[in-house]
């Protein structure tokens, strides 16, 4: 994975055990989950367009645990809306807010499957308003509600 900064997330990993915390497995699997996303991602790289719209992916990549606003990718790469919209739509067949949400969808799975966290917490971690439109949104997407998708997974 030549050129994959994996720098922050394994320092947070040494951070955690140095700690004297009881049960800190819910949140090495998490890192753990953004690494093996970041690892994916870069992956993914090398049979993809191009140019600009490879950096709009590498920038939507790491808005995965954010909150997602088109005005910042549009800043990012100086298009218009509009301009964006289209470049990536053209090179992926998705809308960036449509390849930020599944990412999201995605992570919360692996939380989901992974972790003994909340849905609460997972919505507050994928940057969603609440758990009540974290849910509807997750059960759009993936047909079963979060509790739903966690007992088929354990």
């Given at each position: 994975?030549?050129?994959?900064?994996?720098?922050?997330?394994?320092?947070?990993?040494?951070?955690?055990a140095?700690?004297?915390?009881?049960?800190?497995?819910?949140e090495?699997?998490?890192?753990l989950?953004?690494?093996f996303?970041?690892?994916?991602?870069?992956?993914?790289?090398?049979?993809?367009?191009?140019?600009?719209?490879?950096?709009m992916?590498?920038?939507?990549?790491t808005?995965?645990?954010?909150?997602?606003?088109?005005?910042?990718l549009?800043?990012?790469?100086?298009?218009?809306?509009?301009?964006?919209?289209?470049?990536?739509?053209?090179?992926?067949?998705?809308?960036?807010?449509?390849?930020v949400?599944?990412?999201?969808?995605?992570?919360?799975?692996?939380?989901?499957?992974?972790?003994?966290?909340?849905?609460k917490?997972?919505?507050?971690?994928?940057?969603?308003?609440?758990?009540?439109?974290?849910?509807?949104?997750?059960?759009e997407?993936?047909?079963s509600?979060?509790?739903?998708?966690?007992?088929?997974?354990?």
């Open positions: 994975f030549e050129g994959l900064d994996l720098s922050d997330e394994l320092l947070r990993i040494i951070e955690i140095k700690s004297n915390a009881d049960d800190r497995s819910p090495l699997i998490s890192i989950n953004e690494i996303l970041k690892m994916h991602n870069h992956a993914e790289m090398d049979s993809e367009p191009m140019g600009i719209e490879v950096e992916k590498d920038f939507l990549n808005q995965i645990m954010t909150k997602f606003h088109i005005e910042d549009c800043k990012h790469i100086s298009k218009s809306e509009s301009q964006t919209i289209r470049l990536f739509k053209k090179a992926y067949g998705i809308t960036p807010y449509t390849y949400l599944e990412k999201k969808i995605a992570m919360a799975k692996n939380l989901l499957s992974d972790t003994n966290l909340s849905i917490q997972i919505a507050s971690k994928l940057c969603f308003a609440d758990e009540y439109y974290f849910s509807n949104i997750f059960k997407k993936s047909g509600t979060p509790t739903e998708y966690r007992k088929k997974g354990r």
